[in-house]
């Protein structure tokens, strides 16, 4: 660490500060830095605050870091206090070149503006009434090729076209980080200028002190230039965004791909024809020869008719294919825009209830994905079958490569009890067969490249359509989820006179009349029925021990018959009865005098609900009871048994939790009230 109290020798103090001012000193008219005799005092340089910082370049600073990583007077704490700053301030330099080029492009983009329009609009004129251009007379290899690079153009128009779509949004954005950008800049000179007034400290070495102001100067300079330049991005949006260049630009691509989406819907159709020109020539071809073949022949060339048949068929194949593809792309780009649109939507408005409506409605809309998932099973086996298919063909193409050892079999066995001319004539005609069956290998090899490809395309379409329309279904339940889809219960509340007659008091006199004349009418019911749920709840407690000792006799390893778990099912059936049939019961007599008033109806009703959802809630939860059916006879998992018996609702025991929060609600209200009261009384 250099410090004043380890000095160097005078002689090399004076070789290191020289040879640093004459960096640091481009121009002879710039006061020194520092001298011999200061130098030797103390290492601290006093620099000037305001020293322009274009004198700096990244020349002289790049100088400036190699003299110091030279130097062997310096240790390396001491080199990289000096180095850091200096290249953070060559770095800064840099960036400022590059912001001076931002600034001149920005320039020169409002300067040409009004050409630009003019330009765009000229070639959107020009694009209306252009026609597409017709493919000539190309043989088919040019004209697949030809459609090949049209395919990529439109693929790159298209992404020019998403980027335009874009565009105002992620302007917005910039815009938003441009204003905060400039907004953070004058408290940040602010903060330099301070910094720059601060004295080093006592013990600083002079050189520090110069590097770390360098980059100080070189950030306010940053600072300034960076205001300059994000003034200069606004003007250049706000002047396309007056003359609305980016709409024009937009309305251009469109038309571009419009052209050439045209000119490869022209090239398709010669393509197609080429290809159904090709294949019915080959057919036609193959037929002639067949007919005017030698008997001993026939055979051969009938295989020849169905290869060309065969790659008929593959091209008329083919043609569905691509008809299906280009079905599931249009739904395809179609899904891609509605999602982009929906998206969009929801950024500026937010999670509405209209917004919840236009989600719904889209999800209802969406493509059959299981459908499409089945289409995409079974083409797997077609295009396995189509690239077996082809391999074969491939290989019997590649054997005929030398076709004087086919010659020589097929002659072998046929007839050649002819003489020389009609030998060498069967000859000729054998070779002619191989020669035309090769062609049609070709043909129909092509014709098989040209399927799997359709093939593949469309799997790979639809399956993209699988997974967008799923990803968008699951798009559009996160956010239904928090969308209100009707009104508050409480919105459209209004009782009516029907409904004041439940809360009248003489409704429910009435009530208690009826159910006493019923009693006195079947005094034999009642008693039957309070004998019966006594007797039941008398021996529930019992029936619960049997239970247990069942469970035991169960769990035995010896126990090798089913009667215990007849006997348990028994015992939690009628342990489960008593509650829900004292409900079923009142349900029943309520019923029967059900036609002399509607609240008995109501009650009528409910009752019998609540004992139905109360036998199948009380049933299975005394199967999972500790030592129950569930767990000893049926062996289930002892913490899911406790778990169900203990989530599933004890209905009488929530009543009464029920009841006894009522009265609490009541007597808070009577005594709020009955406060109330007195305060006005002690008011008045």
């Known amino acids: 660490m250099y410090s004043p109290s380890r000095r160097f020798p005078r002689t090399d103090i004076f070789i290191v500060i020289f040879s640093l001012f004459a960096l640091l000193v481009p121009s002879p008219s710039r006061t020194a830095v520092f001298s011999q005799d200061k130098a030797a005092e103390t290492p601290k340089v006093e620099v000037p605050p305001t020293n322009p910082v274009e004198q700096f370049t990244v020349a002289d600073l790049e100088a400036r870091i190699k003299q110091v990583e030279e130097s062997t007077d310096l240790d390396a704490e001491a080199k990289k206090k000096i180095t850091d700053p200096l290249r953070s301030a060559i770095g800064q330099i840099q960036r400022m070149e590059m912001l001076r080029k931002q600034a001149d492009e920005f320039q020169a983009a409002v300067n040409e ?79 330099i200028k301070q910094k720059l007034k601060v004295p080093p400290p006592e013990n600083e070495p002079a050189l520090v002190t110069q590097a770390q102001q360098a980059d100080l100067l070189t950030r306010r300079r940053l600072l300034e230039l960076e205001s300059v330049v994000g003034q200069h991005e606004f003007t250049k949006y706000d002047s396309e965004d ?28 010669a393509v197609q024809q080429k290809r159904e020109i090709e294949t019915q020539v080959a057919v036609a071809r193959a037929q002639k020869e067949m007919i005017g073949a030698l008997p001993a022949l026939k055979p051969y060339f009938e295989e020849n008719e169905r290869l060309a048949q065969e790659a008929k068929t593959l091209n008329e194949l083919n043609l569905k294919t691509e008809a299906n593809r280009q079905q599931a792309q249009q ?36 493509p059959n994905v299981s459908r499409a998932e089945q289409s995409i099973a ?14 074969e063909y491939n290989d019997r193409k590649n054997d005929l490569t030398d076709l004087d050892p086919h010659i020589e079999k097929i002659l072998a066995s046929v007839d050649l009890s002819g003489d020389d001319a009609e030998q060498s004539l069967l000859k000729d005609e054998t070779q002619k067969f191989l020669e ?80 006493l004349a019923d009693v006195v009418s079947a005094p ?43 006997q348990a099912m028994i015992l939690t059936l009628v342990i ?18 059900s036609d002399q008033d509607q609240l008995v109806q109501g009650l009528s009703s409910g009752f019998f609900v609540i004992s139905v959802i109360y036998v199948l809630n009380e049933i299975v939860r005394q199967m999972c009871r500790p ?58």
């Not at 359709?454 to 798009?475: F, H, I, K, P």
């Open 113 to 191: 503006v009004q050409e630009r329009v003019k330009s765009i609009r000229a070639d959107i004129e020009s694009l209306k009434t252009q026609e597409p251009e017709k493919p000539d007379n190309l043989p088919l290899p040019e004209l697949e090729q030809l459609l090949a690079t049209k395919n990529l153009l439109l693929q790159d128009q298209k992404s020019t076209q998403a980027q335009l779509e874009s565009e105002p949004a992620k302007r917005a954005g910039r815009r938003k980080e441009l204003r905060e950008n400039l907004m953070k800049i004058p408290s940040q000179l602010e903060e």
């Open 242 to 269: 007056a003359a609305d260049l980016n709409s024009f630009r937009r309305d251009r691509q469109v038309l571009q791909i419009k052209k050439t989406q045209a000119e490869i819907d022209l090239i398709k159709s």
């Open 331 to 366: 739904r395809l780009e179609k899904l891609r825009e509605q999602i982009a649109q929906t998206k969009r939507k929801v950024d500026a408005v937010g999670l509405t209830g209209s917004v919840g409506l236009l989600l719904r409605k889209e999800r209802n809309e969406l």
């Open 378 to 391: 079974a083409r797997r086996q077609i295009i396995d079958d189509t690239q077996f298919a082809s391999l």
């Open 436 to 515: 035309s069956q090769r062609t049609n290998l070709d043909l129909l090899l092509r014709n098989y490249d040209v399927y799997f490809k359709s093939l593949l395309e469309l799997d790979t379409t639809e399956q993209e359509l699988v997974s967008l329309a799923t990803e968008y279904r699951t798009y559009i339940d996160e956010r239904v989820l928090w969308i209100r889809s009707a009104k508050p219960l409480y919105a459209d509340f209004e009782l009516d006179q029907a409904d004041l007659k439940w809360l009248q008091l003489r409704s429910w006199k009435n009530l208690a009349h009826f159910m």
């Open 524 to 566: 034999v019911i009642y008693l039957s029925a309070l004998l019966m749920f006594g007797a039941l709840l008398h021996v529930g407690r019992q029936l619960r021990r049997d239970l247990t000792d069942l469970a035991k006799s169960a769990e035995r390893s010896s126990c090798i018959v089913f009667l215990p778990t007849v």
């Open 576 to 593: 489960s009865l008593p509650a829900p049939g004292l409900l079923f019961f009142l349900s029943w007599r309520l019923k029967a005098i």
């Open 627 to 684: 030592r129950g059916l569930a767990e000893s006879h049926f062996d289930w998992p002892t913490s899911v048994c406790v778990d169900i018996h203990k989530s599933l609702p004890n209905l009488p025991h929530e009543f009464r939790t029920l009841g006894s929060k009522i009265m609490m609600i009541i007597f808070k209200e009577c005594l709020t009230w009955s406060k109330g009261n007195v305060t006005i009384e002690n008011f008045n």
